[in-house]
Each structure stands twice: as C-alpha cells, then as structure tokens.
C-alpha cells in the first residue's frame, strides 16, 4: 500500500547534472523523514542525503557536499536530489527512503524505512 518510486536516473557525462525524485503513493511523505542511499556494485550502501519531517533540516555525506541538493514538494508528496558536477564515482543505483527516524539517524543506520525500487545513475564519459 505504501510506495515510493524513484525517477531521473540515466546516463550522463562527468561535469553533468541529473534531478532525482521520489514519490510517495498511499501516504503523506511529509511525515516521514526522507533519505537518498546508493549503492555501487561489489559497494555497501550508503547515505547520500536526507531532510527531515518538519523543519527540514538536511543532512549531507561528505562526498556529495557542495553538489547535490535535497528538497521537498509536499505539494507534489516528492523529494528531490538536484546533482550537479557529478563524477564517475557517483555510479550507484540510487534509492529512496521514508522513515519515522530523525533524518539525521536515518542517514547514518535507517531502520524501520520503507523503499523505493531504486533508479540507475551513471556517469561516464
């Protein structure tokens, strides 16, 4: 009954910029803390960036800083991640998630979160 779906994913080359979305369906997605994960072949999964439920804070790994973006349409029930200048090293499926946790946990550890089906980024030249 709860979905997310991601969407924006593609080919682009180093230096390019992509915007991905998350839509949730059968609930309101502003409650939730939201996070964006990726996960590279042969690579854990990790935290990419999340925004929290009600004053929006966000949080950023260290890698992504300065490049991608998180933002939230409670209007359209969707969160984005604007990427720019993205590098080879941002290759990754990347997922969305929805959690009660406070954002910031979510990012480190996210227990108890519902997924999306994830969408393929790849950058390459």
């Known amino acids: 009954q709860l979905q997310l779906v991601e969407s924006g994913g593609g080919l682009v080359q180093p230096g390019g910029s992509l915007r991905l979305s998350c839509t949730a369906s059968?609930?309101?997605?502003?409650?939730?803390?939201i996070g964006w994960f990726r996960q590279a072949p042969g690579k854990e999964r990790e935290g990419v960036s999340c925004?929290?439920?009600?004053?929006?804070?966000?949080y950023y790994a260290d890698s992504v800083k300065g490049r991608f973006t998180i933002s939230r349409d409670n209007a359209k029930n969707t969160v984005y991640l604007q990427m720019n200048s993205l590098k080879p090293e941002d290759t990754a499926v990347y997922y969305c998630?929805?959690?009660?946790?406070?954002?910031?946990?979510?990012?480190?550890?996210?227990?108890?979160?519902?997924w999306g089906q994830g969408t393929q980024v790849t950058v390459s030249s």
């Open positions: 998630a929805a959690s009660r946790m406070a954002a910031q946990a979510m990012c480190d550890i996210p227990r108890g979160a519902y």
């Open positions: 059968g609930f309101t997605l502003d409650v939730y803390a």
């Open positions: 925004i929290s439920r009600s004053i929006g804070s966000t």
